[in-house]
Structure formats: C-alpha cells, structure tokens
C-alpha cells in the first residue's frame, strides 16, 4: 500500500470517526432562526422581496434572450418561477404571523413550538395552506438541479465534440 492510500485512508477514518462521535452524543442544535421584531423580520421580508425581485429580472433576461429555446434554461426558468411562488408564499406566511394574535396558537411548553388554533378565520387558513411552502421549494430546487445538470452534460458534449 503506497503512504498517499495509506493517508487517505486514515484521513477518511477520522472524518467517519468523528461523524460517529456526533450522531452518538448529540448536543442541541439550535437550529431555528428567531427574527426579533422588528428590525429583524423587516431585513427578512425585504430579503423575499430582493430576491423575488431578482428571480424576476433573471426570468425576463432569460426569456428576452431566448435560451429558454434550450432545455436546460427551461428548467431554470421554471424553478425561478418556482422560487418567486415560494418567496411570495413565505413573504405572506411572515406578514400573517405577524398579525396573529397570541391568543391563535397553543403553545406546547416549549418557546419554539406552537400549533394554529384556527380561530382567526380566513387568516388563519391562509396562514396554514402557506405553511406548506416545501411544496413549492423542494420542486423549484429540483428544476433547479435538472436545469444546471443538463447544461453541464450539454456543455461535456460540445466539449468532446471539439476535441474530436
């Protein structure tokens, strides 16, 4: 066995090593990100909007130019679309929590935990089909990955048809 294997393979067991050690002896995470108000939400919401607002500029430069005629474009086109639903969705979600009463939730004993009593009417509705935004996020990354996927297998192909 060569020393540069032999490394490799001892690096490779640290790194499995030590993701041991995490998933055995778990700490918090403390995943979840508060926005205090105001200031915080207020940067977070003109961030759906900056990003809607790009996704949007990005959409009409792909269509002006007409790559959307290629289908990796295409697809990239349609998880903008995607991105721009989901940021619109989540925008609304923020807005509406913001003017839900706490007297809207039940909470569970827990800070970060709370379930929709549905006592707000249309807003709480709302609140709670928008609540479901991953059906909008995951399919936009998804488009995403297949839009980048088949440029890079587009761009291997015109490659080696250069080398020939």
């Not at 005629?69 to 349609?78: A, T």
């Not at 039940?106 to 009417?121: P, V």
């Not at 609540?131 to 488009?143: R, S």
């Amino acid at each position: 066995m060569t020393s540069k294997l032999r490394h490799k393979n001892y690096m490779v067991s640290k790194v499995l090593l030590a993701t041991l050690a995490l998933i055995c002896w778990p700490q918090a995470a403390h995943a979840l990100q508060t926005h205090p108000a105001p200031e915080g939400l207020y940067a977070h919401m003109l961030a759906h909007l900056f990003f809607i607002a790009t996704l949007g500029i990005f959409t009409y430069w792909l269509q002006t130019t007409g790559l959307v005629s290629e289908r990796g474009w295409r697809l990239i086109q349609i998880s903008c679309f995607m991105f721009i639903l989901w940021n619109v969705d989540t925008f609304t979600v923020h807005w509406l929590e913001h003017t839900m009463t706490k007297e809207m939730f039940i909470t569970t004993g827990l800070d970060w935990s709370k379930k929709l009593a549905m006592t707000g009417g249309w807003r709480s509705w709302i609140y709670y089909l928008g609540k479901f935004d991953h059906l909008l996020c995951v399919p936009a990354i998804l488009f995403l990955l297949l839009g980048l996927r088949h440029l890079y297998e587009q761009a291997g192909t015109e490659r080696l048809a250069q080398n020939d």
